[in-house]
C-alpha cells in the first residue's frame, strides 16, 4: 500500500487520520505561494494530418458547443439569500446540523449561504488549476490530436472559471480563498512530470470529482440560474470526459507495469489525501459563526454506522469506477481505498450518464 502524504498534518481521530490546519499562518503562507515550479516536456510533432478519429470528432463538436458565459446566461435571473436554493436537509453539512439541533430556518439558510458559496469558491480555484493544466498539456501531449483537443479543453475551462467567479461576485456575493488541503493537492496535481502523470491527474482526478460534484448539485438545485449554469457547463465536461477515457486508455495501453503502479499509487494519495480532510477546512472556516466544533463534527461523522456508504458517495459517482475501469484500482490498492470510506460496496457501473453536447 502506497505510504499517505500531508503528514505533517495529520491526527487521529477514532483511528481516522484526519488532514487538519488549525495554523492559520501557515494557511495563509500556502495561499501566498503563487509560484510553482512545474517541469514541463515540449514536443513537437510533424504529423498536421492527424490519425485519430474520434479525438477530431470530438474537437470538432467541442467547437459547435462553445456558449458564452456573458450573453448565454440570463445574469437578470434572481439567485435570493432569502430562499432555499437547495433541500434544507441532506445536501450541505452544516444546514443538515444545524436541523438536526432544532437550529430556527433563518440561521440554517445562512449556513447553507456560506457553505455553498465556499463549496463553489472551491470548484472556482479547481477550474482555475485545470485550465492551467490542459495549457501544459498542449505542449506536453505528443501527438497533435490531442494538442487540437486539449488546446480546445483550455477555452471550456476557462469559460467555467469566468463563470463560476461572476457567479460568486454577482450573485452571492463572497468569493472565498482556497482550502489548504486543496492547494496543497492542485500543486501536486500540476507538478506530475510527464504527460502521463498530467493526463491521468487533468482526465480521470480532476474530471471525475468534477463531473461527480456537478450532477450532485444540479440534481439537488431548485434555483434555475444555478441549474442552468451547471447544465452548461456538465455539456463541456461530457465532451471532457469523452477525450479523458480516449486518452487515458491510450496512455494504459502505452505504459509500463512500474508505471501503471505508479499512477495506481498517486491516484490513491492524493484522493486519500482529499478525503482526510472530512470538510475540516470549511469547518474552520465558517463553524464558529453557528457554534459548530470542527472537531465533534467530524467525530460524529466518523462514527455513524452508515458512515462509509455516505462518505463513499462522491468518489463512487465517476472516479472510482474510471479508475478501477482503467485498472489503475488493483487488488493491491482496493483494500485502502475501502478503508478510508472512498470505496463501497461492489457497484462500479457510471452513476450518471452526461448529456450529450450537439
Ligand atoms: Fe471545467
Ligand atoms: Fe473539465
Known sequence: MPDTILSEYRRQVDGFAVVDFADEKKVENLRQQLDVDVPLDLHWTWDYA?????????????????????????????????????????????????TAMGADEGTCREAAWDEFSHLMSQLLHGEQAAMQLCGQLTNACPSMDAKFYAGSQVIDEVRHVEVISKFLLRKMGQLQPIDPTLKILLDMLLEAPTWKMKTLGMQTLFEGMAVGIFDTIAKATSNPLLRDIIRRVQLDESRHAAFGILSMRQVVKESTPEELAEMEDF?????????????????????????????????????????????????????????????LITERTEDAYREVGILFGDRFEAKHELPIAN
Open 50 to 98: 492527424g490519425g485519430v478519429e474520434e479525438l477530431r470528432a470530438l474537437y470538432e463538436r467541442g467547437k459547435k458547443g462553445q456558449w458564452n458565459a456573458e450573453t448565454d446566461i440570463d445574469w437578470s435571473a434572481p439567485f435570493p439569500r432569502e430562499e432555499w436554493f437547495m433541500p434544507r436537509e441532506g445536501a450541505l453539512l452544516m444546514p443538515s446540523l444545524l
Open 267 to 327: 491516484a490513491f494519495k492524493i484522493l486519500e489525501a482529499l478525503n482526510a480532510n472530512q470538510q475540516l477546512d470549511m469547518l474552520r472556516t465558517h463553524g464558529a459563526k453557528y457554534g459548530l466544533d470542527p472537531d465533534n463534527v467530524v467525530q460524529m461523522a466518523l462514527s455513524m454506522p452508515e458512515w462509509a456508504k455516505i462518505n463513499s458517495e462522491i468518489y463512487m459517482h465517476t472516479v472510482v469506477p474510471n479508475l478501477r475501469r482503467l485498472g
